[in-house]
């Protein structure tokens, strides 16, 4: 760690949380995929001028989430100990001894680059984790399971639908009330996350007795893990971790976690380096009390808007709603520089806001009515082509004189937008369930996606129907379709039109489609 002079912090309130303090250099951050770029973005607010001294009284609360109220002095001997030393002394799993190990630790000796930025990254958010995993008294192994997750990564996002630095899935998610909906995703949240992924870890260790099987659980499921013992227990096998049968993907999971371990040990060893990290927050929470826009967020601060989400990966649209994200998470000078800003501000600081569906529209019906163009509204709010907006959605849209209030507490955590087939393009299937049926089958059959058929049928994606149950699909019109590629294939050739009126029609627009 490169030792630089300390900075002065310019407001009294944060001096008093941090005593004399400074900030510690700020690692690369490493860009995340660019938000769109929509016409009907807020115009750039300029950065405000620093608060007369009277006005101190009225920033933004600036602390450490979790120790609220607790003052940190940067300049204290253990704020500038080394974080691994801490981690190293708080291992207390057994150590797990195979070929499996040796070559997850041959595999990242030979890729030092990638140790180093998963590393580098993993500074930002790594003394959090330890402080939680030593509030509830666990081995500290556990805080290297990003490493094995997501390296580090809240934007992550498996081919499973798993997010977030501890790649939580959807239904795992919600169970341990990480919220889901169109503005946020706390599985990226860096501290719900985290707080989620203890709790659901402690829960798997009561549940089985041991840290080993307690992984194996959270990366293969509790279910699979027990009918896995069982099955032992029924032959009379050991039942154990390296005992049970397993995928491989779960067989390596904890021989990765105990060469990370090996690593964190004796980096030496495997001729890789670790960067030192500081034993104290890395990044403070301010409070905010009204709706920001991202970008507008991301100024204040001092940042760019990939580096602001870096620290509040949890949003999902390019606005912050007060009533669901309470606080954002900064490095100590751009919380510094956020809250002064904040508190300097004058006029609106979103451009955004929720509109409930009055009826089931078509996006461009939509898109008029709140005033914005129909691939713009399509673009903010993930709507498919050939699809409706149904009554009671929620969607993110400009705002206006006639909506220009903040999200309500109810919207920000229940919003959600519903999508039905424009069905004058599709024709209506209804059948009864076979023996067996479910929503994949059904899809797989009518060749569709299996989230179109839950959705059509009001049930999950994963859910199974009884026999004889009616069921509704929709599916392209085929002989309308097949006369209009017809029609439409000879109007290309140069070939006289389809003589009946509304083939002639239909081919037209196929034609301009």
């Known amino acids: 760690m490169i030792n630089t002079p300390l900075p002065t912090l310019s407001t009294l309130a944060l001096a008093l949380l941090l005593g004399a303090c400074a900030s510690t250099p700020l690692p690369p951050m490493e860009s995340a995929a660019p938000a769109p770029q929509l016409s009907t973005a807020a115009t750039a607010a300029p950065v405000a001028e620093s608060p007369a001294p009277g006005t101190l009284a009225a920033l933004p609360q600036v602390e450490d989430a979790l120790q ?63 402080v939680e995993v030593e509030k509830r008294g666990m081995p500290m192994e556990l805080a290297l399971l990003p490493f094995i997750e997501s390296a580090f990564n809240p934007q992550a996002l498996s081919s499973a639908k798993a997010s977030g630095m501890w790649q939580f899935m959807p239904a795992t998610g919600r169970d341990f009330e990480l919220r ?111 709706d920001i826009d991202v970008d507008v967020a991301a100024r204040f601060a001092g940042m760019t808007v990939d580096e602001f989400k870096q620290f509040n ?34 006029g609106a600081m979103a451009s955004w806001t929720a509109w409930v569906v009055p009826r089931t529209m078509k996006p461009a019906d939509a898109a008029q009515q709140v005033g914005m163009s129909e691939a713009a509204l399509r673009e903010i709010n993930k709507i498919p082509p050939r699809m409706l907006v149904r009554q009671g959605s929620t969607l993110l849209v400009p705002r206006s004189a006639k909506r220009d209030q903040d999200v ?87 070939r006289p039109a389809a003589k009946s009126t509304r083939v002639a029609s239909a081919a037209r627009k196929a034609a301009k489609r």
Request: charge should be positive.
């Open 180 to 290: 889901q909906n169109i503005f946020r995703d706390d599985r990226r949240d860096v501290l719900a996350s985290t707080r989620a992924a203890l709790d659901y870890l402690g829960r798997l260790h009561t549940m089985f007795g041991d840290w080993h099987l307690a992984l194996a659980a959270y990366n293969w499921g509790q279910g699979n893990v027990q009918r896995a013992i069982k099955r032992n227990e029924r032959a009379g096998l050991p039942t154990d971790y390296e005992s049970l049968r397993m995928p491989d993907e779960t067989r390596y999971y904890v021989p990765k976690l105990q060469a990370v371990k090996n690593i964190v040990l004796r980096p030496e060893a495997f001729a890789l380096s670790l960067p030192e990290i500081a034993n104290h927050p890395y990044f403070l929470s301010v409070n905010i009390d009204r």
């Open 313 to 346: 990966p949890q949003v999902n649209k390019p606005v912050m709603l007060a009533a669901a994200t309470e606080q954002v998470l900064l490095p100590y000078d751009n919380a510094d520089a956020f809250a002064r800003n904040l508190a300097a501000h004058r």
């Open 408 to 494: 309500s507490e109810h919207l920000a955590d229940n919003a959600s937008i519903s999508l039905a087939p424009d069905v004058p393009a599709l024709r209506r299937v209804s059948f009864k369930a076979r023996k067996g049926e479910t929503v994949a089958s059904v899809a797989q059959r009518y060749k569709v996606s299996a989230s179109q058929v839950a959705q059509w049928n009001k049930v999950s994606a994963k859910a199974a129907f009884k026999p004889g149950q009616t069921l509704v699909v929709y599916t392209p019109n085929s002989q309308r379709v097949a006369a209009a590629a017809r029609t439409a294939k000879a109007v290309k050739a140069g």
């Open 68 to 130: 609220p109220g607790v003052t940190v002095d940067l300049n204290d001997a253990k704020a500038k100990a080394d974080l691994w030393v801490r981690v190293r002394g708080g291992f207390a799993m057994p150590t797990l001894e195979n070929d499996l190990v040796r070559r997850a630790e041959a595999w990242y000796s030979q890729r030092p680059d990638y140790v180093a930025r998963m590393t580098t990254r993993g500074g930002r958010y790594l003394y959090h984790i330890v």
